[in-house]
């Protein structure tokens, strides 16, 4: 049987019979030390299969088909390094040889502990019809990276690229126009030229969610933009759409939050996520979204949240009147690339401006025109760097603006002024923040100020809570 299973491999023109197929059982990638199957069906009146490995000089076995059918079982209890390789079955009967099947590659992984870590860009969750990039990275200098998804075969391997930046080696996975078929579980591994069937330990799971065109859900918060650490942060996501589940996540994160729905009488479905205490490892931008049970595509996104965390101090307070003009007044003499000034309980976010270098001194001026009652309340102001926009410099203390009655015109000349002489600092990387109120005379009431620290995370708080 040997020297007829040889001889024809040699002679394709003798072939009877229709090339069997064959398949392994879990799937064509194992791990080390696991078991796999190799099936292999073909004629019904097959009377042998045979299983050959690529680069081997002898056939691995023979079996008969099982009854009832016309497929053979190799099993393979525990894998090692020397069962990977290319495999290709033949079957036999009075009337001859069959042709050889398809090739089946058979991947052994964890030969190598080097793990590699595997993100997608710009985020795990990606709109449909849009382009996504999966970026698969490791210390370990393999000459390639392969790509694979849970249930599939090994979608495509890339060669690997050092990058002194992050003194490692990455290669990038190019999805366009991704539909719902893109979304699965995915890992990524390493391994040589030399060997392509022996491959390193997977990288961690990453899930991939696709969403759609649905109407979005809105992000709220019941606190106000920022916080200090410590407390207790609760997000809600909801929508006027029935969605039965919703998810949250963070950009840059690996977590994807899921939530089961809850309905109000006034018609809403809404779920809640709560986060803390609040540390600066919540800092960050959030996004929501929703989906139906019966559907695995998930909603267009909310409007994205920045929530920042930071500390704060007393500080004295500040009276105007109704229809005054006022200017709050940032300033630091630390580089500061964009000042933010927030209003405690406030149900929009944080304003936002660029600085101005004045001197010596980096400055912002937060103007509002007519100030009404609703403004009144607690202030504080923010420095963050381009580089780093989540990573604020502690708050200011904080200033109570009260907005009094209409004012006179004696009123507004007994503004008080305090010298401007307060905002000279000892060092010179220590932030300032003054409040300018401004009617007729302007005065200039100085905040306070607290040690910058750019290592520090920050988060942006959500919008203030609100009905969807």
């Not at 022996?198 to 606190?223: D, F």
Request: proline content about 5%; aromatic content about 10%.
């Amino acid at each position: 049987m040997t020297f007829i299973f040889t001889a024809l491999l040699c002679l394709g023109e003798m072939w009877t019979l229709h090339k069997p197929y064959i398949k392994a059982e879990p799937a064509s990638v194992v791990t080390s030390g696991s078991a796999v199957s190799i099936w292999c069906e073909g004629n019904l009146d097959a009377e042998i299969y045979v299983l050959h490995k690529e680069g081997s000089k002898k056939h691995l076995g023979t079996r008969s088909p099982e009854k009832p059918g016309n497929k053979a079982k190799f099993s393979i209890p525990s894998v090692t390094q020397e069962h990977g390789g290319q495999y290709r079955c033949y079957c036999y009967s009075s009337a001859g040889w069959s042709e050889p099947s398809d090739t089946l590659e058979i991947v052994v992984t964890g030969i190598y502990n080097n793990k590699t870590s595997l993100t997608a860009l710009p985020s795990p969750v990606v709109t449909f019809g849009e382009n996504m990039t999966l970026n698969c990275v490791s210390k370990k200098g393999y000459d390639k990276f392969t790509l694979t998804k849970k249930g599939q075969k090994f979608l495509s391997s890339q060669n690997s690229q050092f990058i002194p930046s992050i003194t490692q080696y990455q290669a990038l996975f190019s999805i366009d126009h991704v539909t719902p078929d893109h979304r699965g579980t995915f890992r990524c591994y390493g391994y040589y030229n030399q060997t392509p069937h022996l491959w390193s330990v997977p990288s961690e799971a990453l899930e991939i969610h696709i969403s759609g065109l649905s109407k979005k859900p809105n992000l709220l918060t019941y606190q106000g933009q920022i916080l200090d650490p410590g407390k207790s942060l609760t997000l809600q996501c909801c929508s006027d759409i029935n969605y039965d589940r919703f998810a949250l996540y963070k950009l840059g994160g690996a977590d994807f939050t899921q939530n089961g729905g809850q309905w109000t009488q006034s018609g809403l479905s809404l779920a809640n996520f709560t986060v803390g205490p609040v540390s600066s490892s919540i800092a960050g931008q959030y996004r929501c979204y929703g989906a139906h049970n019966l559907s695995s595509e998930w909603s267009a996104s909310s409007d994205p949240l920045d929530i920042m965390i930071t500390d704060t101090e007393s500080q004295p307070n500040s009276t105007v009147h109704s229809g005054d003009n006022v200017t709050l007044m940032c300033q630091s003499t630390f580089k500061v690339d964009t000042f933010i000034l927030s209003k405690e309980g406030a149900a929009h976010q944080p304003q936002r401006l660029k600085s101005k270098s004045e001197a010596w001194d980096f400055q912002a001026e937060f103007s509002m025109s007519a100030v009404m009652s609703d403004l009144s309340g607690t202030y504080r102001c923010y420095g963050s760097q381009d580089s780093s926009p989540y990573l604020l410099s502690y708050a200011s203390g904080p200033v109570e603006l009260t907005v009094s009655g209409k004012v006179t015109l004696n009123s507004q000349r007994d503004n008080r002024k305090v010298s401007q002489k307060a905002l000279s600092l000892p060092e010179k990387w220590i932030p300032a923040v003054v409040l300018l109120v401004m009617s007729t005379l302007p005065s200039i009431t100085r905040l306070g100020y607290r040690r910058w620290h750019p290592e520090r995370n920050v988060l942006a708080q959500p919008r203030g809570w609100g009905g969807c």
